[in-house]
């Protein structure tokens, strides 16, 4: 019996213990009047303040960080002036009627031309294909320049200038035709040296030339 009550006496001083941890925690509520949280036995509000973590705040600032240097990278990149370069050039004979071929066929225009430097009486003229290139935005105009020398008489022979302003091909080449017919092409007699120079303003972009120019 005693035994019994001791057990007894044992589990109602738990159970004591148990109701006082339990009355102890304050049971939360939100309050009407302010709408933040605060204890539901008592009366004053409290407000319950939330501090973000240090490294929730350390990688917000690296992940701006790396935004802005990918934008300035990008930047960086729009600014960037253009380059280019002259691919080929291929000066032309062209006959009376102004071709310098009779066909579109790559063979044909080579015996054409072949003709044509043997018989100067049935040209009318020279033209320049030029096949070039750029890559990146031109910030100013863009230049196709044929400079080139005919036959000397008696004195060095004048320097003749073709130019066209040409817009920019994107990823891809593109071709121009400069031509000299007329009474300038009858001056000009054979034509001994070329160079053909590419240009965005004044900065030269790339350039091919003759061996004698």
Known sequence: MD????TGGNTAETRGQADR?????????????SGQWKPANQGPDFAIELRSSPRYCSSVRRSLLWTF????????????????????VLPQFLDLKGLHALSPSLFDR???????????????????????????????????RVEFRGSAHGELPAVHVLEEVVQPAGWFSKWSSLKITGDEYTKLGELTAWRVTLWEGDQLLGEQKSFLW
């Open 3 to 6: 035994r019994q009550r001791e």
């Open 110 to 144: 080579d015996a054409y031309q072949g003709y044509l430097r043997l018989h100067p009486l049935e040209r009318s003229g020279i033209r320049f294909a030029v096949q070039w290139k750029t890559h990146g935005p031109a910030w100013d105009q863009l230049k196709v």
């Open 69 to 88: 240097i990918l934008l300035w990278f990008a930047l960086l990149g729009c600014a960037e002036a253009a380059t280019g370069r002259v691919i080929k």
């Open 21 to 33: 941890r339990i009355r102890c925690r304050p049971s939360v509520r939100l309050s009407q009047t």
